[in-house]
């Protein structure tokens, strides 16, 4: 039973790793690969942080070595693939910790540490320490998000239940409630903001009104599914309760 446990978890991290290979270069530019956050997020919900940063260092090195891509693909992945099945397991399985774990590990520490790896290894000039923040930053909330609905969706149909008893032996319930969930959708609103905002102001450097309709447009949009999302499900509850 252990052997074949071992076995299995060897053929799923294969899978995440090669699918971290190949899906990494979607939406990819330098400082910035968001699909390789999702990767991270959903190997550590799924296997724990030892094996999500072991995941994430064999696709920096395989990258770096195929692709050619500098040793951001590590310093961009490893800690916030760690940090991510740290914050899930000790939030007791709340998803949305997993992502959080993921933004400060890639986008803060990740960040702050591929400031001397590039500049002083790899010889890259006009760098400081708080350079490859905002991409990170933006990067892990796209793969982030992504993650968080995938998994969420996972969780809904009791798939990522079964999952995480055949490759761990435990499960986490994520009890998060009505309020807690809108007030994730909320977020999203907020995460969506970020995401324009640095992709405009710091990346392609644009200052185009119709920016900010996007940027406030879906803020508002999440705050009314947020709500009536509350609203639908509070209903429903209440029915049941007084059947």
């Not at 995480?164 to 903001?193: C, E, F, P, R």
């Not at 447009?217 to 947020?226: E, K, M, Q, R, T």
Request: charged share 15%; aromatic share 10%; hydrophobic share 55%.
């Amino acid at each position: 039973m252990k052997s074949s446990k071992k076995i299995l978890k060897m053929v799923v991290l294969s899978m995440l790793i090669a699918l971290g290979v190949v899906i990494s270069p979607i939406l990819r530019v330098e400082g910035m690969c968001p699909m390789a956050h999702f990767i991270n997020i959903v190997c550590a919900v799924l296997m724990g942080p030892w094996y999500s940063l072991l995941c994430a260092t064999l696709i920096g090195l395989i990258r770096m070595a195929l692709m050619a891509i500098p040793p951001i693909a590590l310093t961009g992945a490893v800690f916030g693939a760690f940090l991510s099945g740290v914050f899930y397991r000790v939030s007791k399985g709340k998803l949305i910790f997993a992502v959080l774990g993921e933004v400060i590990g890639t986008g803060v520490i990740g960040a702050i540490a591929s400031y001397p790896v590039m500049s002083i290894l790899w010889g890259r000039d006009g760098l400081s320490w708080l350079f490859y923040v905002p991409s990170f930053v933006c990067a892990t909330l796209i793969g982030g998000s992504i993650a968080f609905v995938f998994l969420k969706k996972l969780l809904k149909t009791g798939a990522l239940a079964r999952f995480q008893i055949m490759l761990t032996g435990k499960s986490y319930d994520d009890k998060s409630g009505v309020i807690s969930n809108s007030a994730s959708i909320a977020a999203l609103g907020a995460i969506i903001y970020l995401v324009i905002k640095i992709l405009t102001t710091m990346i392609f450097e644009t200052s185009s009104p119709i920016w900010s309709y996007f940027e406030n447009g879906a803020v508002i949009v999440c705050v009314v599914i947020a709500i009536v999302y509350y609203v639908m499900n509070r209903s429903k509850r209440d029915k049941k309760e007084n059947v």
